[in-house]
């Protein structure tokens, strides 16, 4: 199971298992702020542990009775089993630490890149995506995280930058890749040239299409954690400089090789 859905089911079964014991402890007013804003926190969707946590009430001792009639997912049962002998003081601790780990996530890009990933794909539908480009400068889009800021990414620009390319690694048309079962579309990655984390130095918004390239996994990676980066940077510099004028992102090459 990856580390993310892992560490988010543990918490959907503390919730569903403890309740408002849980949500006490956690320091939230009532259930609906805890599920909001620890899936946000997390780099979820709002909804996204009061529907993991409706799993976990046809197996946890939760009073919930209207889940009760689903079967039991495999997952699920995974995680009770290797929690459910813990106490709820001990469940706390573990999920305080959870929390507090996912919420330091926040702030670094390629971490929440992961999350970032998913939304895009959950976002995208077989129609979703249209050819658009910012045609003048964008007002940066800030959300406050658990008194932590961190900018957030719009998973439709992502689409519509990935509709933008083709579906195809701006790198290399010819780049090989697979079809993205939620789209039957050629699977191809956002990736911001100007990284988020400069955003700061920056008044307009970086996350515009303008700014957004679409590359194939290795590419991706290749420019995350690769060594010699100057000619892909620069293929791609040179095909988004004007473009990115265009949404107000003024920056030279080596000022942007200085980002990475
Ligand atoms: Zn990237
Ligand atoms: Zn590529």
């Not at 909804?47 to 039991?72: A, H, M, W």
């Not at 959950?122 to 964008?138: D, E, F, H, Y």
């Not at 900018?151 to 790198?171: G, H, S, T």
Request: glycine content about 2%; overall charge negative; some cysteine.
């Amino acid at each position: 199971m990856e580390a993310l859905i892992r560490n988010l089911s543990i918490i959907a079964y503390y919730l569903s298992e403890f309740d408002m014991k849980a949500v006490n402890a956690l320091g939230y007013a009532n259930r609906s702020i805890a599920f909001k804003e620890i899936s946000i926190a997390m780099g979820k969707p709002n909804n996204y542990l009061k529907r993991r946590r409706d799993e976990f009430d046809v197996i946890t001792s939760s009073q919930r009775r209207g889940q009760c009639n689903r079967p039991v997912l495999p997952a699920v049962q995974e995680i009770f089993d290797e929690f459910h002998c813990l106490s709820f003081d001990e469940m706390t601790q573990i999920v305080k630490e959870i929390i507090a780990h996912g919420t330091l996530q926040i702030s670094s890009e390629e971490l929440q890149d992961d999350a970032y990933l998913h939304s895009i794909d959950n976002t995208l539908t077989p129609n979703c995506g249209q050819k658009r480009i910012a045609t003048s400068p964008v007002p940066v889009h800030k959300r406050t995280i658990t008194e932590r800021k961190a900018f957030w990414r719009d998973p439709v620009v992502a689409a519509n930058a990935l509709c933008n390319a083709d579906y195809k690694c701006e790198i290399c048309e010819s780049h090989e890749t697979f079809i993205r079962k939620s789209t039957n579309k050629p699977y191809t990655e956002p990736h911001h040239l100007v990284p988020m984390s400069a955003q700061d130095k920056f008044n307009v918004s970086l996350d515009v299409e303008n700014n957004i390239v679409s590359l194939c996994s290795n590419c991706h990676n290749h420019l995350h954690y690769g060594t010699e980066i100057d000619p892909l940077l620069k293929t791609l510099f040179e095909k988004r400089k004007e473009l990115l004028l265009k949404a107000g992102i003024s920056i030279s090459y080596e000022e942007l090789k200085n980002l990475y």
